[in-house]
């Protein structure tokens, strides 16, 4: 699976990390449907960071992203426009 970080670059996660992700990635939408702004931070950190775990794809490799998250630096009510009820990733 590949997802990128607007602004940031393309990872690589393995398949069997999805699951986790996923989790993760619920964290982020419960906070974000509470309007609770440190666990949404807390969330979104945590998302973030789940993916730069994953291996960096070269920026001359070109591949199309299965996610696309926003960037670090994005406030709780853009992203309350772009969740839907299945979080940012799709799953």
């Known amino acids: 699976m590949i997802v990128r970080i607007m602004g940031e670059g393309q990872y690589r996660l393995a ?8 989790s993760v990635d619920g ?17 979104f950190a945590a998302l973030l960071a789940f993916v730069r775990n994953g291996d960096r794809v070269p920026d001359d490799e070109l591949h199309d992203s299965d996610a696309i ?10 992203m309350r ?4 009820g299945d979080g940012l990733i799709a799953g």
């Open 15 to 22: 398949d069997e990390k999805l699951d986790q992700l996923n």
């Open 81 to 84: 426009e772009l969740i839907s």
């Open 69 to 78: 998250l926003p960037p670090g630096d994005s406030t709780l009510a853009e």
């Open 27 to 43: 964290d982020l939408e419960k906070a974000v449907s509470a309007g609770d702004e440190d666990a949404f931070k807390t969330a």
